[in-house]
């Protein structure tokens, strides 16, 4: 029995080793240094862990969105400013620059003292932890939720609606939450459920369900709207990313219309115009544009 014991526990220790080689170790994080770092929650690494990957992205480099730049700039100046601030919630179309909005910010205000936290929805129970655990830190926190969103039988969105209004964050000072989603309100909403709004005394009185919903967003005190480009502005910014790319590059580049045909019918192809539309063609095409070059030279 002993024998058979010892062999468990190797076993055990083996594949214990293996998975911490795996799992990036969470540990205490020198602020000074790292600038985003990554909430783990789960065992058996629970804590921050130092985010293993930046975006280079730079606010110049976002095109064609220059309201909601300038709103979530000047929300962010504030928060540094230790200024009243609002939570943000960035919704709106598939690749129109909402997550590189905010990595964007980071990386013109680190050096001011601006430093971000990833937290995963699985994660939202623990924002209160989170926010005590960073509220002695002489830095301020974005706590990013990236692409969030909720199912019918998903109730965690309690957990944030609370959070949002809740008085951990009013006295902690140093952190707030920018979110990102493709849906305005969060959740799925269904048209039957706009059949129990009513009109009382001439008002429009809207159904549990639908405000409950909204409910949700309504917390976020800035709610800003990104929607696909039009075609005018997805060859702006098309052109912008075959010029940059081109440049960096030592490629010579002349944008004209053969360009531009090539750059639509791109578009065309994925079903939607925009910024990241817009970056993975001038990748593909001043990558074979290299590539030839590259060719000819060795002929």
């Known amino acids: 029995m002993n024998d058979t014991r010892k062999a468990l526990l190797d076993i055990a220790h083996t594949l214990a080793t293996r998975l911490l080689r795996i799992v990036p170790e969470a540990k205490d994080i020198d602020w000074r240094v790292e600038q985003a770092a990554v909430w783990r929650g789960d065992d058996p690494v629970k804590g ?11 606010l110049d480099d976002l095109l064609q969105i220059d ?7 000047d929300n962010t100046r504030q928060f540094l400013s230790g200024y009243p601030a609002n939570n ?15 990595h964007g910010l980071l990386n013109r205000y680190a050096e001011d003292g601006l430093r971000l936290v990833e937290v995963s929805k699985t994660h939202l129970a623990m924002l209160p ?11 301020r926190y974005l706590l990013f939720c990236d692409d969030l969103s909720f199912g019918d039988d998903d109730y965690s969105y309690k957990t944030l609606k609370s959070a949002l209004e809740g008085s951990i964050f009013r006295s902690s000072g140093n952190t ?30 809207q159904s549990e369900a639908v405000e409950e919903k909204i ?4 917390r976020f005190g800035l709610c800003l709207s990104f929607y696909p480009f039009k075609q005018s502005e997805y ?14 590059n030592a490629l010579s580049c002349t944008w004209n219309e053969e360009l531009e045909k090539e750059s639509l019918s791109w578009a065309l192809g994925r079903g939607v115009r925009s910024g990241r539309t817009a970056e993975h063609f001038a990748r593909h095409w001043v990558g ?7 060719d000819s030279q060795e002929t």
């Open 48 to 58: 921050f862990v130092a985010h293993p990957e930046r975006d280079d992205i730079g």
């Open 67 to 73: 309201r909601q730049k300038a709103l979530l700039e």
């Open 88 to 102: 943000v919630l960035l919704w709106g179309a598939r690749g129109t620059g909402k997550s590189s909005l905010v």
């Open 129 to 139: 932890d989170i926010v005590r655990m960073l509220r002695e830190q002489p830095y």
């Open 176 to 205: 707030l939450v920018y979110a990102t989603s493709n849906r305005r309100h969060l959740l799925p909403e269904y048209m039957s459920e706009n059949t129990g709004a009513a009109f009382v005394d001439g008002e429009l009185h």
């Open 215 to 218: 409910s949700l967003s309504d």
């Open 235 to 248: 060859l702006v910014v098309a052109r912008y990313w075959v010029e940059t790319l081109a440049r960096r």
């Open 288 to 294: 074979k544009a290299m590539l030839q070059r590259a």
